[in-house]
């Protein structure tokens, strides 16, 4: 067990995974706990959530489960209740929740549209809006929001117009609370990960690969400069140092975990 986060209390929403294998918020949650904290596992899917607190258990780390909807504000409002009421602090808050629907602008229904922005974006609002007021008491706190590397580009093949609006929404709210709140002790930070090889793709946007997750998977593989896609661990280990008292003077950054995918010109 390390102790980069020794101590700290974090929430990590979408703490499960969607599918099989490791998610990315999975994945944070275990690094989390790995490095100390004791992790609040939040999930809609209280099972998925379970199966990560089993696999921390049988490392030796701390977490307790808590099914909620971020989407739904009055679950937002629970999660922090209840943390406090059991910890008395909030050190770092995880918001990993989010889903991509493709399709463009003509494609997406008004429905679809308000989906994709209560889970992406809405959601992240909430939980932050409730979780500033004791950060502020603290006087310290690690705001972490998962964006995408959608955020500021566009995949041609792949077209996600609400996604990609919101996650870049994640981006602004982030630097908004991180200026506001810098001087208060609270840093917030975004993460925008590019092609990752985790449950999600084959759940949601495997149509858009042709729906064979082999296929799909090979394609991601060669759209990377690497020659491989990112792993949700990769994703976990930025959130972590961010989380932690390393990262003391970054504040307000989007930082693309992409394996360099950004930096190319094709
Ligand atoms: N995989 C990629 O290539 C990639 C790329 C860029 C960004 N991302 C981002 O990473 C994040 C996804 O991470 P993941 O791999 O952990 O996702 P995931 O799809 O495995 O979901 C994790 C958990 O979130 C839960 N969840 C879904 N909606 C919820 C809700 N409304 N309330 C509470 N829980 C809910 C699910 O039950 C699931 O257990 C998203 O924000 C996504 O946009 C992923």
Known sequence: MGNRVKGKVAIVTGAGSIGPGI?????????????????????????????TKHIIEEEGGNSFTFQADVTIPNDCKSIVDNCIKFYNKIDILHNNVGIEIPGGVVETTEEIWDRVMNVNLKSMFLTTKYVLPYMQKQESGSIINISSLNAIRTLPSCISTPYAVA?????ALTREIAIQYAAKGIRANAILPGLMNTP???????????GNIEKAMETRDTMCITGKQGEAWDVGYAALFLASDEAKYINGAALLVDGGLTKIWR
């Open 23 to 51: 998610g990315n918020g999975k994945a944070s949650a275990i690094l989390y706990a790995r490095e100390g904290a004791i992790v609040m596992l939040v999930d809609r899917n209280i099972e998925a959530a379970e199966e």
């Open 167 to 171: 996650k870049a929404g994640v981006v």
């Open 200 to 210: 999600l793709v084959a759940a949601t946007i495997l149509d858009s690969y042709g």
